[in-house]
C-alpha cells in the first residue's frame, strides 16, 4: 500500500513550482494595478476639492453679514492651473441656492451647501500682499 502512495506522488514538485509561480503572477498584476491607480491620484484633485468646498462652506456659516473673508487658496489655485481651468471657474457661489461649488480640474468638481442665509458678492482671488506667491479667495457677507 505505501508503494502505491510513493508512486503517486511524482508531479508534486512540478505542481509546487506552477503554484507559486501562478501566485506570483498574480500578485505582481495586483501590485501593478495599484501601483497605476495611486500615479493616476497624485495631484489628489478631488480631496483638494472637497476640502475646499467643505472649508468655504464652513467659514461662511461662522460669518455675519458685513463681514469680509480672506482664505488662503494658493493649493487650489496651483492644481487649476496646472489643469487649465480658468480663475473664474474654480470657485463658483450660489447665493439662490446656498452653495459653493470648487472645480480644480475640467470636468470635475464638489459642490457644497451652507447653512447661513447670507449672500456672497464681490467674490475673486488676488495675489497676497506679503508674499507674492500667495493667492488669497476674497468675498464679502451681505
Known amino acids: 500500500?505505501?508503494?502505491n502512495l510513493s508512486m503517486n506522488r511524482k508531479g508534486d514538485g512540478a505542481d509546487?513550482?506552477?503554484n507559486n509561480l501562478a501566485y506570483m503572477l498574480f500578485f505582481l498584476a495586483v501590485?501593478?494595478?495599484m501601483l497605476f491607480f495611486v500615479s493616476?491620484?497624485?495631484d489628489n484633485v478631488?480631496?483638494?476639492e472637497d476640502f475646499y468646498a467643505k472649508e468655504i462652506a464652513r467659514v461662511i456659516?461662522?460669518?455675519k453679514q458685513g463681514d469680509e473673508v480672506k482664505i488662503d487658496v494658493t493649493m487650489a489655485v496651483q492644481l487649476a492651473r496646472k489643469n487649465k481651468v480658468e480663475f473664474d471657474k474654480i470657485f463658483i457661489f450660489d447665493n439662490e441656492e446656498g452653495s459653493v461649488a470648487v472645480s480644480l480640474s475640467r470636468g470635475t468638481g464638489?459642490?457644497?451647501r451652507y447653512f447661513n442665509n447670507v449672500s456672497i458678492e464681490n467674490e475673486g482671488t488676488e495675489?497676497?500682499?506679503e508674499n507674492v506667491e500667495v493667492r488669497q479667495l476674497i468675498f464679502n457677507i451681505k
Open 1 to 3: 500500500m505505501q508503494e
Open 16 to 18: 509546487i513550482i506552477r
Open 31 to 33: 501590485f501593478v494595478a
Open 40 to 42: 493616476s491620484r497624485m
Open 46 to 48: 478631488a480631496f483638494w
Open 61 to 63: 456659516d461662522f460669518s
Open 110 to 112: 464638489k459642490s457644497f
Open 127 to 129: 495675489l497676497s500682499e
